[in-house]
């Protein structure tokens, strides 16, 4: 009897500890932002997992998912830049050393820290960001910029006075235990 107490208690504290956290709806948004034009886009199909026993992160995006102002833009996006149909996806899994507490509400700032693939290129990256627990649902947010030049994403002379040579980027999720 003890030791069927005690596999039932042992079970349901590594349950607990090895839950993750997850959204399919996630947000990612660029902005570029130049005296000849703005070019912004926003895809809302993002999908993030927040593993807090492993202080681990990754998130994944189709790249044919952001949405442009102009269609005409998200037609240069897709062909002649990010290549969608040769490089369909943007992915990110990295790891976070601050702690983070998901059975008590606050907001922990943290710096993440992995490997950043984007039109096959795969880069190290290290970004600050921010992870709110709010009744047991992790939101994050983080911004940064890219270079699309460190990607081998190529800005022909004609249009490269019209895309800023860092690009803003911001990452917005909602995770919930799954």
Known sequence: MKVVLFLVILGSYVTGVNEKYLTKNGIARFYSKTDLEDIRAENKQVLAIID??????????????FLFPKALMQTHFN??????DRYPKATFEGTYADPVDVSRNGTYNVNVKGRLSL????????VPASIV???????G??????VPEDFKIAIPSLV???IAR?????????CKKQ
Do not use: C, W
């Open 52 to 65: 807090p026993a492993t202080s681990s992160v990754a998130v994944s995006m189709l790249m044919k998912g």
């Open 141 to 146: 947010k983080t911004t940064f910029q890219l």
């Open 166 to 174: 860092k690009v803003d980027v911001e990452i917005l999720f909602e």
């Open 133 to 139: 627990v709010t009744d047991g649902v992790l939101s």
């Open 119 to 126: 039109h096959g290129v795969t880069r190290e990256i290290s």
């Open 79 to 84: 062909e002649n830049y990010v290549e969608s």
């Open 160 to 162: 490269r006075d019209k």
